[in-house]
């Protein structure tokens, strides 16, 4: 409504105010992809949390692993939408949108995984993410088991549930903090 | 994942196969958006029920009345993704889009519209249609007036109602057919 | 409470006022019922919806299929008690006494169609119905096998699942409106 | 379906059979009622239980106290729809109607009792009734303050509780008992 | 808060005021127990109540059966904890850990049952009574077949229902009296 | 019901083939508690994810700020009983016994919030925190305005926002897990 809508509920740093570490990051973030992300500037009220954050989302979306890079933001895109998370639906899919080269994955799998263009052993995936997200005490043994006859290993069993668990608490914070996504996003790589 | 995947879990009709009013009807539309959206084929499988829906569609969407055309999409979006409806909320997310002139508000509404960049009247007018879609049962004369209070006719309020009730209807048809959405409607007016 | 109490919350047109098609529906219901259904004067307050509304519920409910004419209604009760529809649970109530000449089906129905005295494909009808109305979204291609399992064909499953999508939309326009059931309908066929 | 439908999944005791106080109770029951209802024969399976659900039951239901007969019933049969418990509907829904000398009252407050044809003091009551049966880890003191400005003493909302949540207990052995009402209670005061 | 904080939202009578055979059997409790649990003292505000109440208890609490007293008080804490009741949580948590002579089992069974340290038999025998306490009308002939194949017999699955059925209702009127456990309770048998 | 249970669904690693500095945070808490909590075990099988858990976690929970420890602590052990994480709500209900110097608060706050021992800003806090974990979605400005009224700052609302969604993260791996918390827990400040 405003030209310049506030990003969040709580104090935004300055680029220029931020320890040396946090700026280098965000500016490495800017300089890849030509803004940046307001999760980083809102997030960088809190320093500490802040590294924390970012050493977690890293070790769980860039390290190497049986679940691809757009696989793993489908599991972003389904359990965000299903805690209403604006921030992360609208950044995450245009980050999905990238990954897959597919215009049209992500809107399909943040309104209704089922009806998603996704292969059989993502749909097992995203069935157990969305339980971690909403039922994690529900999980059972079964439900490993159904993900290992798709192929997936434990280890990719770990990968599916941290990420979910990970915007578990990511989108709370976007939540509370009422975090908007930058505009760039929306349109991005449709 | 197929070149041509289905529209629909029921046939679906040829459109030199229809009665002329329909596909006459289908033409025009046709025209005006250059393509056909899905929901007319599937639809049309039966053709009573066809101009039934039509009908009423055009009696809530088309008409006069004190609901702007982007605020019935808004009503259209944010209970479609209530239901987790896919055709709904790719398609009148792309309705919207156009009827707003605003790339970013199908999303913002579709995800969470506690979080949209819309005006209190029109955050009052959701609040009530996802009301109607989730718990019309719990409807009381203090909603009406809570309406009333933003400027809304007791006529605006049947509109809303009747609106979110009409895609409660559709929403479900949707879901049960597992209508596709045309690929053309996810990156229009972005 | 007091002689004559409200039918609906919205202004409840005169007989004499309405379109003469309206008029003629309507005194068409009368003659055969012997009284004037709410829900006629109630949605006759929009003629455009009024006769698409119409429409729709003759091209689900009275065409040629191969549901009885007691099991569509079975539908209807069943789907509308778990909306908390007070209209429909009466008025349709009394439909599916008559139809199915059994005084004690629709209470069964209404309050836990497991327990009703029907068929078993009839109990596979309502579980299926229950579904769209509650999460048509989690529809899969195995719900409509295992209606075609009990014998339905697939135009069947259309039909049970149009008559569950039109009575989500007609029970939230009741709820909404606090459309008052006629006092005929209680007692009727028991 | 058949002539003879069981009314428990559990064994059901002959009269003959029971402890000559059972059997007393059961057919003074009759006299007054002209049948025996079917909760008595259910419960007496276990004739220790059968004695203490009477005596709770009595204790709630027939004693003196600021909530009428009838209004003690609403309470029944609003939250014993609320619980999908067959039995309990249909046959406190027939003394209801008896209490209350109303053929319209149970089916509403069945239903949806926001509809209902009620004082506003029944409102409050059956509104918080619905608190206990629902979600009585929420009631607060702002509860009881409520009731208590709609005039209800301290002791009627011990009633109001106690009696949801003898009720609470009773749906559920009719529930997992399939108990069946018998066929008198469906017409009964229309 | 306070040195000694309110037990009940009503009168709590005192020992001497009460009749003598409710007098007679909380100071065998206090015997045995070493004081009085405050249950006791909340629900002899209505003598008849505690009457029935108590024979209700004892006649599935303490009878012959197959199930062991300790899997009884399991049913208890799991349904209660279900439905968030403060006071059967801690008390019959206590009881459980005296009666399994086990000081871990308590808060297994309580968080989630799933969890816990229980044999496949006592695992299949808390799903049916988390069924019963949250959703009875769904347990259907199948749910009582899965109790039969772990060897329960037609009686034991009574008595899960009804001891889930009980403290449905005594959940609720501790919720509703705000009912406070005593200190003695939270380390009991720890 | 073994002698040694698993403690997670997954590889556990000995102590002795972490990195030293993982082994060094471990050795350390062992020192302090006397033993090794298994959480450290469980996700020390992820080094990286470890690291980024236990920073983030000591920035929250160990850091000064406006909520006391046992503040902190009660937030975790009431969103962790509403996320039916067994782990969490066993140790951290320790750690809250401890740093409150109160044996009981933690089984009052696990079990119902409402009915604790606490403070009205404390009561506060965990309404918050309820809805973060819950509904986080639901969070408007209200609720942060509320949380004023009872002194709290607006960093301080972060602090609580930020525990809840730190532990919908760790609940979520703790139930996937199945971590198994130690028994010294159970009984520790009781």
Redesign the interface.
Known sequence: ?TSA?AIS???VPKLDDLPADIRARIEAVQEKAGFVPNVFLVLA??P??F???M??HD??ME?EGGLSLAEREMIVVATS?A????YC??AH?AILRVRAKD??IA??V???H??A?I?PRQRAMLDFAMK??LA??????DD?AALEAQGFS?DD??DI??I???F??????A????M?PN?EF??MA?
């Open positions: 409504m809508p509920r709580f104090p009220y809190r500490d949390e590294r924390a954050f050493a977690y070790a769980l390290k939408n805690n209403h998370c604006h639906v609208v899919g215009p049209l809107d399909q943040a309104v209704n089922r009806k263009d292969a971690v997200a994690s005490h529900e999980v059972e043994d490993l434990r069993v770990w549930a941290a979910a668990a990970f578990a608490m990511s989108n709370r914070m939540n509370v903090t009422s908007r505009e929306y349109g449709r």
